[in-house]
Every structure is written in structure tokens, then in C-alpha cells.
């Protein structure tokens, strides 16, 4: 009971010092066209990552052509960059990983002066890629906090491959 009083305490004044990130509200899920994008990777995250009950799927990421220069040269990313990950559930079959049905979209774009305090990125997730089922409302806290390790590349984890 103790240990409870004094942890709800400690969360309300997490909740009165800490204000939360605004989220990307300027773009508009699906964002048009992502899939004639340039491709920059894919990821799988299975079951044997501790980031699996997170981030588990089948990562297609894309970037816009406004920030594929900057790709190419491991960032700074000029604004109005986007990057898109098209997240997908997956089967393996015979050891093949075959790609499913679409989890959400992730994105992250640029406006150093609207998202100051997220790196300059404003970030926003859509389950099931639906415009309806926007998740993120903290954006430091959601997401910004696991991108902070690569601040070198601009807060982004996705490298080029030539
Ligand atoms: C637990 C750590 C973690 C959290 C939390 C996280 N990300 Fe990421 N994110 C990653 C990793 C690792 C990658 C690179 C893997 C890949 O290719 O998807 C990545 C990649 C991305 C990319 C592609 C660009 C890049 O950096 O490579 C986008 C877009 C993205 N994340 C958006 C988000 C959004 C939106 C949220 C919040 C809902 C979020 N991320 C939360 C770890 C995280």
C-alpha cells in the first residue's frame, strides 16, 4: 500500500514537470504515394527481440525525395523529410519469411522549428495504417526517446545501402 502511495506520487509529478511532445498532426495517413518512394531497407524484428511485443514485424521503411540526398550522406535531413515505415505482420514457412497483413504506418518528418523539442522530427504512428487510429500523443515519450541514441544520424536509425 505504502509502495503504491509512493509510486502514484512519484507519477503525478512526472505528469506535472513533464509536458507531453506534440505529435505529427500535418500529415495525413497513408502519405500519398509512400510506396513509389525510395525503398531503404527491411527490417524483421521476430520473437527472439526484446523489442518484439514494440516493434515486431516486418519493417518497410521509405523516405521521400526530399531528404534522399541526406540519406546517402547519414543526415542532417533538410525539413519536409519524411520517413515512412510500413509495418506488416509476417509467417515463416519452410524458412521462408513471407509478408502479412499491414500492422500500422510509422512516420517521422522534419520541421526543426515545429518539433524543436523531438529533434526536429514530429512523429506519429497509425494502427492498421488507419487515418481513424492515430497512437501516438507523446511523442518524446513514445518515440523519440528510443531514436535519441542515434542523434549522429540526425535521430534516425535507417542507414543507405548502396
Ligand atoms: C524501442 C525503440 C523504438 C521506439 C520506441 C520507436 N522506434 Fe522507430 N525505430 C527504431 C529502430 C530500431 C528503427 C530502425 C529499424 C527499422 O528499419 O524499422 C526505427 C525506425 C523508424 C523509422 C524509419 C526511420 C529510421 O529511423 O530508421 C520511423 C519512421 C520510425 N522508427 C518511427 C517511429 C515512431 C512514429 C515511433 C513512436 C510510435 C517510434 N519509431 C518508436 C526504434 C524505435
Redesign the pocket.
Known amino acids: 500500500m505504502q509502495r503504491l502511495r509512493l509510486l502514484s506520487a512519484t507519477l503525478a509529478l512526472v505528469a506535472v514537470v513533464s509536458f507531453p511532445a506534440q505529435p505529427a498532426d500535418d500529415v495525413k495517413p497513408p502519405p500519398a504515394g509512400y510506396r513509389h518512394w525510395f525503398h531503404v531497407?527491411t527490417?524483421i524484428i521476430d520473437k527472439a527481440s526484446p523489442?518484439f511485443k514494440?516493434?515486431g514485424g516486418m519493417?518497410n521503411?521509405y523516405i521521400n525525395s526530399v531528404g534522399e540526398a541526406a540519406l546517402k550522406k547519414g543526415g542532417p535531413y533538410p525539413d519536409k523529410s519524411m520517413?515512412?515505415?510500413d509495418l506488416h505482420d509476417f509467417t515463416v514457412s519452410d524458412g521462408s519469411y513471407v509478408e502479412g497483413a499491414r500492422k500500422g504506418l510509422?512516420?517521422?518528418v522534419k520541421d526543426s522549428k515545429k518539433y524543436a523539442s523531438t529533434g526536429g522530427w514530429g512523429?506519429?504512428?497509425w494502427e492498421g495504417g488507419d487515418p481513424k487510429k492515430p497512437?501516438?500523443t507523446d511523442a518524446a515519450k513514445?518515440?523519440f526517446a528510443?531514436?535519441q541514441p542515434k542523434k549522429d544520424q540526425d535521430y534516425?536509425?535507417?542507414t543507405y545501402i548502396p
Open positions: 531497407n527490417m523489442l514494440d516493434l519493417h521503411v520517413f515512412v515505415t510509422a512516420v517521422m512523429f506519429q504512428f497512437q501516438v513514445q518515440c528510443c531514436h534516425v536509425y535507417s
